[in-house]
């Protein structure tokens, strides 16, 4: 166990919805990534808060956003729901080391497994 | 830009026999490098990492991976491999956001 929660496991939903992907860190780590895991496009980066901002962006869809809150759960919005965009998503945290401020290892959550037909 | 290829989609061994994986990236820093292992219906677990350092790092369930500047290589390797090591093996390269770029993944079967 990574210590890093997501909700739900699994979700079904049908094309042109919207959904929320949710997401827990790891206690006291800052960091909150994204990431899609499909069969075509494997693991890609789609975003990373820290501490409540938005610090970087990767291959994300215009109509994916995401917010991180103050209590540093995040999540991740994803609309007009596309056949395409059936996949695994993942949030990793990651904790900031002392001295360099740098966010070196993340750990997985378990994965919110997205199903749109 | 930093990238990885991992070789070779699937990799099958027999229960006892040595396990191979390979892993080139290419970055134009010093790379940061791991491995993360996916069991069926799992997120992913880290394996083992390298930052800075010994070249050589272990991690957990009997793994290590050499870091080769020279080869561009981070090659994950177990002597003996179990059955509960049947999974999917992921390389990845730090990148220039603090994101984990990965290799496409290599599935290990072990046959008994």
């Known amino acids: 166990d990574s210590g890093v929660t997501q909700t739900p496991k699994h979700l079904i939903t049908a094309t042109g919805q919207r959904v929320t992907l949710r997401c827990s860190p790891r206690s006291g780590d800052l960091s909150v990534y994204w990431y899609q895991q499909s069969l075509d496009q494997g693991l890609q980066f789609l975003i990373h808060y820290y501490n409540g901002e938005e610090r970087a962006k990767g291959n994300i869809l215009e109509r994916f956003s995401a917010q991180q809150f103050p209590d540093l759960h995040s999540e991740l919005n994803l609309s007009s729901l596309e056949l395409g965009d059936s996949a695994l998503y993942f949030c990793?945290?990651?904790?900031?080391?002392?001295?360099?401020?740098?966010?070196?290892?993340?750990?997985f959550g378990p994965g919110t497994r997205l199903l749109v037909l | 830009a930093q990238s990885v290829t991992q070789l070779g989609s699937h990799v099958s061994v027999s229960e006892g026999a040595l396990v191979l994986l390979r892993c080139n990236y290419s970055s134009s820093v010093p790379p940061y490098l791991f491995w993360y292992v996916q069991y069926p219906n799992q997120g992913l677990q880290l394996l083992l990492k390298?930052?800075?350092?010994?070249?050589l790092v272990k991690g957990i369930n009997g793994f290590e991976a050499e870091f080769k500047k020279s080869e561009t290589s981070f090659h994950l390797t177990k002597p003996s491999a179990h059955m509960s090591d049947a999974a999917e093996y992921f390389c990845?390269?730090?990148?220039?956001?603090?994101?984990?770029?990965f290799g496409k993944g290599t599935k290990l079967s072990v046959k008994p």
């Open positions: 990845a390269v730090r990148g220039s956001q603090g994101n984990l770029i």
């Open positions: 990793a945290s990651s904790p900031t080391q002392r001295g360099t401020g740098l966010q070196e290892t993340q750990y």
């Open positions: 390298y930052t800075t350092g010994a070249t």
